[in-house]
């Protein structure tokens, strides 16, 4: 009887445990080349289910998201998943340190949680120059329903996905680059996959609005180059949002976006009913571009003035509205806490990493971009893999950058570039941009506390400036030209992430690396083992699978 008793008790607990595992959202990609002309001229581009953008993915905080891609191209493919954390789970990353790509005509299924996040993001094929034939799309993620959101529901939401555009084919860039050229000027600037020419003409809006509704917006700048501002005509923007934390409200009558970006902000359909333009315009370069789109009231029956919002100017301006992004302390975001209960300028420093990033040509004559004199090449065996089967001291060489660069960096040396940090350790990284050229980066698998952000060159008295109390947590940062950036953050997540520019160029040729991050437990509780699903390839493609690394 007492062992019958304890059968049921552990066949309901494991019931219990089934039915409490959270929702899963299925999606099935067919990705193809198809044609696109948002300028006239046709270009090969990368289709999702035949679409550009591609289909959004629609789901809520701790869902389960299963992705069947089919490669349909004749070259091999991965998809990354833009400020997705990944917690435990760097396999599902979708980059070329974590996982083999899917190669012409096979499939991969991607299976990953949203844990514990809420917010705006978006997806993109992160091999080569992919990103700038398209292959993108919006990922949002809604809060529970029985975690509060600061703000009403809205009437309707709608996105705004923004950013340059080449008109070469991502083949011919590539090729460009690997002869030693630059990229150069992009030919113009896309909303959702296509720029309205002129106002005065019957234009599909993005979307209809009722008087007196509000619309939330989610904007994110998908580009491979150029900062952009946003701005709608004749309506402000209440800032709610941005990279999975709920912010302070403040109106703005026009947003910097930095490539790799996204925002989610409220407007109110309060003015006269017409036409109103949707501007997004490049920032901090020589040349102009501008990309335009409509929004309309219901029954409007004029076009959008032609007197058009002026973009602002300067990089200072830009510098001053981050200033302006506040964590808003007292909202729950994806758990019921407020978001202020954690204390992050109260958590003790306990290591340093200064990032500068810098350009030169190789021996051969070459343009590299590098990290901390080291230019990044992706080995044919993954990272993570190469870890995971002990064999990483075969493919790649840990810490070849110092925490503490030298001031003046000459030479560069082109290998993987993968730097050891230490499990739960508290960090501070400085990004220094001794250039002329806006930087964004991004770093997968965290959130960080962006503290501070000056111009000059970073010093230890720099801290005293830190924002310490109610800095955003979010995945990018920007560098401006000349100045150095600060975040905080807890390596806690274990695994391989990438840091990496958001500046196609720079990305491809070297200005990235990986973070490896271990658990001495070697538990499941910090990290999963190797999926059975997993691709493997490079030196471990025939190699006994090892025993489970994490118990």
Same mark, same amino acid.
């Given at each position: 009887?007492?062992?019958?008793?304890?059968?049921?008790?552990?066949?309901?607990?494991?019931?219990?445990?089934?039915?409490?595992?959270?929702?899963?959202?299925?999606?099935?990609?067919?990705?193809?080349?198809?044609?696109?002309?948002?300028?006239?001229?046709?270009?090969?581009?990368?289709?999702?289910?035949?679409?550009?953008?591609?289909?959004?993915?629609?789901?809520?905080?701790?869902?389960?998201?299963?992705?069947?891609?089919?490669?349909?191209?004749?070259?091999? &493919?991965?998809?990354?998943?833009? !400020?997705?954390?990944?917690?435990? /789970?760097?396999?599902?990353? +979708?980059? *070329?340190? =974590?996982?083999?790509?899917?190669?012409?005509?096979?499939?991969?299924?991607?299976?990953?949680?949203?844990?514990?996040?809420?917010?705006?993001?978006?997806?993109?094929?992160?091999?080569?120059?992919?990103?700038?034939?398209?292959?993108?799309?919006?990922?949002?993620?809604?809060?529970?329903?029985?975690?509060?959101?600061?703000?009403?529901?809205?009437?309707?939401?709608?996105?705004?996905?923004?950013?340059?555009?080449?008109?070469?084919?991502?083949?011919?860039?590539?090729?460009?680059?690997?002869?030693?050229?630059?990229?150069?000027?992009?030919?113009?600037?896309?909303?959702?996959?296509?720029?309205?020419?002129?106002?005065?003409?019957?234009?599909?809006?993005?979307?209809?609005?009722?008087?007196?509704?509000?619309?939330? &917006?989610?904007?994110?700048?998908? !580009?491979?180059?150029?900062?952009? /501002?946003?701005?709608?005509? +004749?309506? *402000?923007? =209440?800032?709610?949002?941005?990279?999975?934390?709920?912010?302070?409200?403040?109106?703005?009558?026009?947003?910097?976006?930095?490539?790799?970006?996204?925002?989610?902000?409220?407007?109110?359909?309060?003015?006269?009913?017409?036409?109103?333009?949707?501007?997004?315009?490049?920032?901090?370069?020589?040349?102009?571009?501008?990309?335009?789109?409509?929004?309309?009231?219901?029954?409007?029956?004029?076009?959008?003035?032609?007197?058009?919002?002026?973009?602002?100017?300067?990089?200072?301006?830009?510098?001053?509205?981050?200033?302006?992004?506040?964590?808003?302390?007292?909202?729950?975001?994806?758990?019921?806490?407020?978001?202020?209960?954690?204390?992050?300028?109260?958590?003790?420093?306990?290591?340093?990493?200064?990032?500068?990033?810098?350009?030169?040509?190789?021996?051969?004559?070459?343009?590299?971009?590098?990290?901390?004199?080291?230019?990044?090449?992706?080995?044919?065996?993954?990272?993570?893999?190469?870890?995971?089967?002990?064999?990483?001291?075969?493919?790649?060489?840990?810490?070849?950058?110092?925490?503490?660069?030298?001031?003046?960096?000459?030479?560069?040396?082109?290998?993987?570039?993968?730097?050891?940090?230490?499990?739960?350790?508290?960090?501070?990284?400085?990004?220094?941009?001794?250039?002329?050229?806006?930087?964004?980066?991004?770093?997968?698998?965290?959130?960080?506390?962006?503290?501070?952000?000056?111009?000059?060159?970073?010093?230890?008295?720099?801290?005293?400036?830190?924002?310490?109390?109610?800095?955003?947590?979010?995945?990018?940062?920007?560098?401006?030209?000349?100045?150095?950036?600060?975040?905080?953050?807890?390596?806690?997540?274990?695994?391989?992430?990438?840091?990496?520019?958001?500046?196609?160029?720079?990305?491809?040729?070297?200005?990235?690396?990986?973070?490896?991050?271990?658990?001495?437990?070697?538990?499941?509780?910090?990290?999963?083992?190797?999926?059975?699903?997993?691709?493997?390839?490079?030196?471990?493609?025939?190699?006994?699978?090892?025993?489970?690394?994490?118990?």
């Amino acid at each position: 009887m007492a062992r019958a008793a304890i059968s049921v008790v552990m066949l309901c607990l494991f019931a219990a445990t089934v039915i409490a595992e959270d929702p899963y959202v299925y999606y099935t990609w067919n990705v193809s080349y198809g044609t696109i002309s948002p300028f006239g001229a046709p270009k090969q581009a990368i289709l999702i289910n035949d679409q550009f953008p591609g289909p959004e993915i629609n789901c809520s905080s701790n869902n389960n998201i299963v992705v069947n891609v089919f490669n349909n191209l004749d070259e091999p &493919l991965l998809f990354t998943w833009h !400020g997705i954390q990944h917690r435990k /789970n760097s396999w599902q990353d +979708g980059t *070329p340190g =974590t996982m083999c790509p899917i190669l012409p005509g096979t499939n991969f299924t991607y299976k990953f949680q949203v844990k514990d996040q809420i917010g705006t993001y978006f997806y993109y094929p992160s091999l080569g120059l992919h990103r700038t034939a398209g292959g993108v799309g919006g990922l949002r993620i809604f809060s529970r329903l029985l975690i509060p959101v600061p703000y009403p529901d809205p009437e309707a939401e709608h996105w705004f996905l923004i950013g340059d555009y080449y008109a070469k084919s991502h083949t011919a860039l590539k090729q460009i680059l690997d002869n030693g050229g630059s990229l150069g000027m992009p030919n113009g600037v896309l909303i959702n996959g296509e720029s309205v020419k002129h106002l005065h003409r019957d234009n599909k809006p993005q979307f209809t609005m009722k008087p007196g509704k509000t619309y939330k &917006l989610r904007i994110c700048n998908v !580009g491979s180059k150029d900062s952009l /501002n946003f701005r709608i005509q +004749g309506h *402000p923007m =209440t800032l709610v949002e941005t990279e999975g934390s709920h912010t302070v409200q403040n109106a703005y009558e026009s947003l910097d976006v930095h490539v790799g970006q996204c925002f989610t902000v409220l407007i109110t359909a309060n003015q006269e009913p017409r036409e109103y333009a949707v501007i997004a315009s490049t920032r901090f370069t020589p040349y102009i571009l501008e990309g335009k789109a409509i929004i309309s009231y219901e029954g409007a029956k004029k076009h959008a003035s032609l007197f058009l919002p002026l973009s602002p100017i300067t990089w200072f301006w830009s510098l001053n509205q981050f200033r302006t992004f506040r964590w808003n302390l007292t909202a729950s975001a994806a758990r019921p806490n407020p978001q202020g209960s954690y204390h992050y300028g109260q958590i003790n420093i306990t290591r340093t990493i200064k990032i500068v990033n810098s350009v030169a040509r190789d021996d051969s004559g070459k343009l590299r971009y590098a990290i901390n004199g080291v230019s990044h090449v992706d080995p044919e065996t993954p990272l993570k893999l190469a870890q995971y089967y002990g064999v990483g001291d075969k493919v790649f060489q840990y810490n070849l950058i110092s925490d503490s660069p030298a001031e003046y960096i000459n030479k560069i040396t082109v290998a993987p570039n993968v730097l050891n940090a230490t499990f739960r350790d508290f960090v501070e990284i400085v990004f220094e941009n001794p250039t002329v050229s806006v930087q964004s980066y991004n770093l997968d698998g965290y959130s960080f506390f962006l503290v501070g952000m000056e111009e000059g060159r970073w010093s230890p008295d720099k801290r005293e400036n830190y924002n310490l109390l109610d800095a955003v947590s979010r995945h990018t940062v920007q560098v401006f030209p000349n100045s150095w950036s600060a975040i905080l953050l807890t390596f806690d997540n274990a695994g391989m992430w990438n840091l990496r520019s958001e500046n196609a160029e720079n990305r491809y040729l070297g200005q990235q690396m990986y973070v490896s991050v271990l658990s001495p437990e070697k538990s499941l509780r910090d990290e999963y083992n190797l999926p059975l699903t997993q691709q493997v390839c490079g030196i471990v493609k025939d190699m006994p699978v090892p025993a489970p690394v994490y118990h």
